[in-house]
């Protein structure tokens, strides 16, 4: 199979630069594999939508087990140009999680997207978030300097945003300690626009790849009791993607074709009856999610690629029964209509 790109000018720049940062990523990766893991590179796996008429996309996913619970590089760009029944022209995307083994290196979330209707508009979304299991205020520091020192005068919007999407209200806290996130975001200058997404993304790379580095070297025993607090912090991410990230649901509700990718994000193991424990906490009605989530895992709490499609059919059937619910998954300042732009 073949997949069907779009080919306006800008989502056509829009694939060059996710296929670039994409590239970039996976070679530090890669690098970072030979210099502390087990030298194993990372390997693609090619999806499509409706059979690559309507594009696809690849994900490069993690072979290094001593280095990664979990790590997934991912494009996409699913496109309508073709199907006269849709206003959404093109959506081009580069969406990765890493989850290092070691418990004192931090997890990161990364996503830069180009969303273009038919009528010609478009805007960007872009989010970078870093999500440690045991805090470490330098880390921080130095991924929020990274931040600033790229988006400029955008900084403060976008980390008002990203605190007020990354927010768990029921358990009181955030999935991370550094947010990045500007959504429907577009200037007069389309290059600018173009420049400001690679600069972020490439040099977050950089600064989270010098971080996990410098934490695995320096903490090469773990304790149990870091390994428990890891375990909980695994939970706590599976818990705020699967009930509250409306990029993930969006996703799972506009096709079925790459659920195991789109969870990609999910790291392994987790802790089921802490998961459990959370449910009395959901808003009326949201506890049969939740209760939902925990009847799709084993009572080991491995989070595979089957357990990855019982959990992603889960969603998928509840927001299909309970629209009124996505009302209550996160957003930002706006909440653009995702699912809607594919019907």
Not at 119 to 134: Q, V
Not at 305 to 325: C, D, G, H, I
Request: negative net charge; contains cysteine.
């Amino acid at each position: 199979m073949t997949r069907i790109k779009a080919s306006s000018s800008d989502a056509i720049l829009a694939d060059n630069l996710v296929t670039h940062l994409q590239s970039y990523f996976v070679a530090a990766l890669d690098a970072l594999s030979c210099e502390v893991g087990e030298s194993k590179n990372f390997e693609p796996i090619e999806w499509f939508r409706a059979q690559g008429e309507f594009g696809g996309g690849v994900r490069y996913v993690a072979t290094d087990d001593i280095l990664f619970n979990r790590a997934s590089v991912n494009i996409s760009q699913v496109q309508y140009e073709s199907e006269p029944t849709k206003a959404l022209g093109s959506a081009t995307a580069l969406s990765t999680i890493i989850h290092p083994r070691n418990p004192y290196a931090p997890s990161i979330h990364m996503h830069v997207s180009w969303t273009q209707m038919k009528d010609g508009t478009g805007y960007w979304r872009m989010m970078a978030d870093l999500n440690p299991s045991i805090f470490n205020e330098d880390d921080k520091q130095n991924f929020d300097k990274t931040l600033k020192a790229c988006s400029a005068a955008y900084y403060e919007e976008a980390s008002k945003q990203g605190d007020k999407y990354f927010n768990i209200p029921v358990l009181g806290r955030h999935r991370g300690v550094s947010h990045f996130y500007l959504e429907n975001f577009k200037t007069e200058d389309k290059q600018a626009d173009l420049a400001m997404a690679k600069q972020l993304i490439e040099n977050v790379i950089d600064t989270y790849v010098g971080i996990i580095k410098n934490q695995i070297q320096t903490h090469t025993e773990i304790s149990g009791e870091a390994k428990e607090e890891q375990l909980a912090y695994h939970t706590l991410y599976l818990f705020q993607v699967l009930t509250l990230d409306r990029g993930t649901t969006s996703g799972l509700l506009v096709h079925n074709e790459n659920d195991v990718g789109i969870l990609g994000s999910i790291p392994s193991p987790v802790n089921k009856e802490l998961l459990r424990s959370w449910k009395e906490k959901m808003p009326k009605g949201q506890e049969v999610l939740v209760q939902s989530l925990v009847d799709s895992l084993d009572d080991d709490g491995r989070v595979e690629e089957s357990q990855k499609v019982k959990l992603a059919q889960a969603v998928r059937s509840f927001y299909q029964k309970n629209p009124e619910a996505l009302k209550m998954q996160a957003s930002g300042n706006v909440a653009v209509p995702t699912v809607q732009n594919h019907k």
